[in-house]
């Protein structure tokens, strides 16, 4: 046997490379990679043992493969599921349209600007998440200019029509929580989208003209390929924590908004329904984690780190 | 037809800006503000109040007090084991790259209510108790990625040349590491670390999940005031804070740039 695993991995190649092994790599890893082991994966396993477990927390849990949770979760939950998915994506979509130009403009500025207008992006950031969620609820508040406006030129009316608001009001709405998903991950998205069109040959733009290229087809032919890899990290970026976000539901939504992240909280730390909570918060992983594969191999990228 | 396109673009680009910088520019606006109720969202009048008295609420000062310790321990550690991580995947070739890769990329591609239950399974199933430790446990592991992700970046550019030129000068690996290495990637390690910081301060999914009564974090001491009534206090935590950061981030960029021109 152990003859036989000597032999195994070497088979094929000269056994001198074998002897040449570095352990300089694997001892800078080992620390980092325990902690996201031990924190990461093995939380991964537990997560999908208590879904499968029944009980209840003052008497203690035990493992009986209690599958149908996975079935009642998904029963109950879809609408929530769907929902997430749904707001997400629109706030992906809408944080790509408002974050290419900025991206742009920066990626084209030069010298200080450029370092600028990169701290501007990130300066948010340096106010906590909620306290930021919270100044759009000032901001959207009803006697406020923006709410007005929204309401003299019918906006609202129309929010209405497309049954993303309910009321002539902006706050409380559909509405408002994928503004506020969009604004929240903002940054994530322009920041890749940023590092790909900086890196972007301005050679190439200029043999573009050169061919008399006009600006739309150079922007089709050269400028968009080049930030794909920038587009599809950004877009991941925003669409990963938005799907399991619960803040902006929360805070500037109402009960017809509530997102999964939310029934997850609410089963684990208020119902104590342990084994549902952890069964959605596993379905809520494989469907971005499916999503997300789907997507990386359509967008044809691979590093993504 | 060139004019009217550039100027499309930078006012797109403007729109965006002013839409990521509002509402920063409302909680330093409402800092100011004397409400009537417990919330804080209507102005009513200008007043130093709250900026005589940062601490008026209760509870408030030990939560930042909490979160300030949990962000610098979380990223002092994150970025000592982030920065092992990076120098391994950017200076060796090994075996088992691509799973370290995914094992790094995997945080950063779930979603925080999925990493902060499944975490919760865990304690619960080692009998362990949530509080102030675990949340630092948490915070190293999900800033660890975000650290080995600016690291690399910069341990990836740089010129292999400069160090063998210390190396043909006679310097051991250790001070070529201390004398040329090191600096070359300071700023990448620096940038990790401020991420990791800003990320671990500003957590509420993570850390609700394993918190306990007793280990309030501000995030956690913010959302409980959503609900009771928010205190002008948070306004000023929140402007002292991005007052402070974008200081510290534009002193950087200075320091750095005079640097380059005397080089």
Redesign the interface.
Same mark, same amino acid.
């Given at each position: 046997m152990s003859s036989g695993s000597a032999v195994l991995p070497s088979a094929g190649r000269p056994p001198a490379r074998r002897a040449r092994v570095n352990w300089v790599p694997y001892a800078l890893l080992l620390p980092g990679l325990l902690w996201l082991f031990v924190f990461f994966v093995v939380p991964m396993i537990t997560l999908a043992s208590q879904s499968l477990q029944e009980g209840d927390v003052d008497n203690g849990y035990t493992f009986t493969g209690n599958v149908a949770v996975y079935g009642q979760a998904l029963q109950n939950y879809w609408p929530q599921l769907l929902r997430s998915i749904g707001y997400s994506a629109t706030a992906t979509v809408l944080a790509l349209l408002l974050g290419y130009p900025l991206a742009y403009f920066i990626a084209s500025r030069r010298g200080a600007w450029k370092n600028i207008l990169l701290v501007l992006v990130i300066a948010p950031f340096f106010t906590s998440f909620l306290i930021r969620t919270l100044a759009w609820q000032t901001i959207l508040a009803d006697d406020y200019l923006p709410a007005r406006f929204a309401r003299a030129i019918h906006f609202t009316d129309l929010l209405q029509v497309l049954n993303l608001s309910e009321n002539s009001s902006l706050l409380s709405s559909k509405f408002a929580v994928i503004c506020g998903l969009t604004y929240n991950f903002l940054p994530f998205m322009i920041l890749p989208l940023f590092t790909s069109l900086d890196r972007l040959d301005g050679r190439l733009l200029e043999a573009a003209r050169d061919l008399y290229a006009t600006p739309r087809e150079t922007f089709r032919h050269i400028t968009w390929p080049l930030s794909l890899p920038g587009v599809v990290a950004g877009t991941l970026l925003t669409f990963i924590p938005a799907a399991g976000d619960y803040i902006n539901s929360k805070l500037l939504g109402n009960t017809q908004t509530v997102m999964i992240g939310q029934v997850i909280d609410a089963q684990f730390l208020r119902v104590l329904n342990y084994p549902l909570a952890a069964a959605l918060s596993f379905v809520l992983l494989v469907l971005i984690l499916s999503l997300v594969t789907a997507y990386v191999r359509r967008a044809g990228t691979e590093e993504l780190v | 037809m060139?004019w009217v396109?550039r100027h499309l673009?930078?006012a797109? &680009?403007m729109? #965006?800006?002013f839409?990521?910088?509002? /509402?920063?520019v409302?909680?330093a606006l409402?800092a100011f503000n004397k409400p009537n109720g417990r919330y804080n969202?209507?102005w009513v009048r200008f007043s130093t109040d709250a900026w005589a008295n940062p601490c008026g609420t209760p509870g408030i000062c030990d939560s930042l007090g909490l979160s300030l310790r949990i962000g610098v321990t979380a990223s002092l550690v994150a970025t000592?084991?982030?920065t !092992?991580?990076a120098?391994?995947l950017g $200076?060796?070739r090994?075996r088992g790259r691509a799973t370290?890769?995914l094992?790094?990329?995997?945080? !950063? &591609? #779930? /979603?925080?209510?999925? !990493?902060g +239950? +499944?975490?919760?399974?865990?304690f619960?199933?080692m009998g362990l108790s949530t509080g102030a430790l675990a949340i630092l %446990?948490?915070h190293?592991?999900f800033c660890? +990625?975000f650290v080995?992700?600016a690291v690399?970046a910069r341990v990836a550019s740089l010129d292999p040349r400069l160090e063998e030129a210390a190396a043909d000068l006679g310097a051991t690996p250790l001070a070529t590491f201390i004398k040329v290495t090191l600096p070359l990637v300071a700023p990448g390690i620096a940038a990790g670390a401020l991420l990791a910081f +800003?990320l671990s301060?500003?957590d509420? %999914?993570i850390t609700?999940?394993n918190a306990s009564p007793s280990s309030i974090t501000?995030?956690m001491y913010?959302?409980g005031a959503?609900q009771r009534g928010?205190p002008v206090q948070?306004?000023v935590?929140?402007?002292v804070?991005?007052v402070?950061?974008?200081g510290i981030?534009?002193t950087a960029?200075l320091i750095s $740039?005079s640097r380059t021109k005397k080089a």
């Open positions: - | 060139a396109r673009l930078t797109a &680009a729109v #965006t800006l839409i990521l910088l509002l /509402p920063n409302v909680v409402f969202y209507q000592l084991l982030g !092992m991580v120098f391994a $200076r060796f090994f370290t890769n094992l790094i990329f995997m945080p !950063m &591609a #779930t /979603p925080e209510v999925v !990493m +239950s +499944s975490l919760l399974t865990l619960v199933a %446990i948490a190293i592991m660890v +990625s080995v992700v690399k +800003s301060f500003d509420y %999914i609700n999940f501000f995030p913010v959302w959503a928010t948070i306004n935590v929140g402007t804070m991005f402070l950061s974008v981030v534009l960029q $740039r």
